[in-house]
């Protein structure tokens, strides 16, 4: 794993509904910042040096980017970044959004959207991006209760053709349920890596694969690290792997991340070039199943299953 010229399509392909991604993307939450994201206390990105990483992101295969409106620091916003480096967008290129969540101009935290509200948000990703209707958005949940009228609210929109698929961010079994039975799911996003993962991970992950949805972790780099990134002591069983494949620590845990189901999707973030080639790279790396298992031990939740 010492070359990183390798492109995306070394991890295989799936399907967002009739739109065909690789299956390592890219995530555009900590391209705004250095450090934390949504820190007021970081220092911003260079402009050129983020653009240049999105566009060599393109240029390695990735056409599947993840963002929000949301996603902002004082002096950048994710969504002008990937307008700036990357339109007039590829054909093939698919932006996932996600709505729910809610900052004011100053980045300070405003309660979740209630469903009037997502217009607004909707509208607000397209503007920033330049289309004229968003490839796939995501309802990100707060807690385990009803999706009914956040997720209707998003069905009539994309029924007016404003949103063309419909996803699921930090949600439990029985809201997929629910929300299956009011409109389609392309994709569900959840914390999930090695060593950070709820106890129904495993559960979600399964049902994802057999109702044809995609699993898109995140945090699957960061672990318990989150919004920080990664900083903690890795375990001597994910080093001596790495060190057996030739590989970072990071590259391992995104192999045992996409090796988890041919519907799991990786989207890991940086705004650093060589980390991008690497993490990228990361999808031709192949763990033994001995190795997967040992790294799925690792952090297991209390009374979560391992198979």
């Not at 949301?70 to 996932?96: C, H």
């Amino acid at each position: 794993m010492t070359s990183y010229s390798l492109p995306a399509a070394a991890a295989g392909t799936w399907r967002l509904g009739d739109l065909t991604v690789n299956r390592i993307g890219f995530g555009a939450m900590r391209l705004t910042q250095n450090g934390a994201a949504f820190s007021n206390e970081r220092t911003p990105h260079d402009r050129d040096r983020a653009v240049a990483v999105l566009r060599r992101a393109v240029e390695l295969g990735v056409n599947h980017i993840d963002t929000a409106a949301f996603y902002f620091s004082p002096l950048r916003s994710a969504n002008e970044l990937i307008n700036r480096a990357l339109g007039p967008y590829p054909d093939d290129l698919v932006i996932t959004t996600k709505v729910g969540p809610g900052r004011g101009p100053c980045g300070d935290w405003t309660d979740w959207a209630r469903p009037e509200q997502l217009r607004g948000q909707v509208q607000e990703n397209i503007r920033q991006l330049g289309l004229d209707h968003l490839d796939v958005v995501n309802l990100r949940m707060n807690g385990n209760r009803s999706v009914a009228d956040l997720f209707g609210a998003l069905a009539e929109l994309r029924e007016e053709g404003l949103i063309r698929h419909l996803g699921l961010s930090n949600v439990w079994p029985e809201q997929i349920t629910e929300a299956l039975g009011i409109a389609p799911v392309v994709c569900v996003q959840n914390p999930y890596g090695i060593g950070e993962r709820r106890a129904d991970s495993r559960e979600v992950m399964r049902m994802c694969g057999e109702l044809g949805i995609a699993f898109v972790p995140f945090y699957a780099i960061a672990g318990a690290g989150r919004e920080s990134g990664t900083g903690a002591a890795e375990h001597e069983t994910l080093l001596g792997i790495a060190r057996a494949h030739d590989a970072s620590p990071a590259q391992v845990r995104l192999a045992w991340t996409l090796q988890n189901g041919p519907h799991v999707l990786a989207i890991p973030g940086t705004g650093n070039p060589a980390h991008l080639e690497a993490n990228v790279a990361a999808g031709a790396l192949r763990l033994t199943d001995e190795e997967m298992a040992r790294l799925t031990a690792l952090g297991q939740p209390a009374g979560a299953d391992v198979a």
